[in-house]
């Protein structure tokens, strides 16, 4: 069987290196050109980046981007752990309350987003008629709508996977910790935080994923004013509106490059904090 294995993983591997790896590669390689859609390709070497460097713009969508993916990540953890207590618990009609609070979740993330336009744009917006605001062309506050919109998405889904996380643990354990003595504060947190810490993992590692790859949120609620863009957005302007393919896929690739890191962050560090819990 063990020889068999790669025989059998090898056509999902193809697969992946043929959609994703290639593509990637493909990115990478065009960001070392200069290339619009007026000049054919040049090569600049590392040209493109050290223009990024260079480019307030760019700086000012990485540490809004930072300042994004933090504060939205931190938010959805906490709010997505409390929903999961209270989904875990049981009431009467828990059934509905869990379907309800998976609806924001369901709705599509344009959908979403112009939700949360209607309600806060400066010549129509509900709450702009309301308060008197021009919510989005403020800065702090475009950006705290763009977090919040975001927080709203997709707590649901941290929510669900720290619910998953609480079904495994067994009532035995929390039985055993009440008759010990421990009240509802330490049973929490020295029995049931430690061992949802797998689930949080996963659900912090999904979304910063997610977070990095931001967009369309962004694209339908600000198209990127008020300090509110992201790299993503940056290098969509750079792509189809400036036709500067090469520092596109700059902008891309430090987007890989970003995710890739966190990630690599993530899967090495989960291990040994698994080991020491354990212990």
Known sequence: MRKLGPWLAAPALVTLAVLAAVPIAGALWQSLFHETSREPA???????????????????????????????????????????????AKFRGRGLVRAAVLVPWAIPTVVAAWIWRYVFDDYSGLMTYASDVSWFSDPFWARTIVIVADVWKTMPFTALLILAGLQTISDDVIDAARIDGAGPGRRFVHVTLPLLRPALLVALLFR??????????????????????????????ALFD??????????????????????????????????????
């Open 42 to 88: 040049r090569f600049v070497g590392l040209g493109n980046y050290v223009q990024l460097a260079r480019d307030p713009e760019v700086r000012n969508s990485v540490l809004f981007t930072l300042q994004f993916v933090g504060t939205s990540v931190v938010l959805e953890l906490v709010l997505g752990l409390a929903a999961a207590l209270v989904l875990h």
């Open 208 to 237: 910063t994923m997610d977070a990095f790859r931001v967009f369309d949120a962004v694209f339908v609620m600000t198209r990127g004013k008020s300090g509110t863009s992201v790299l993503q957005f940056l290098g969509y302007k």
């Open 242 to 279: 400036q036709g500067n393919y090469g520092k596109g896929a700059a902008i891309s690739a430090v987007v890989f490059l970003l995710i890739a890191t966190m990630t690599v962050f993530y899967v090495r560090s989960v291990p040994s904090r698994l080991m020491e819990a354990d212990r």
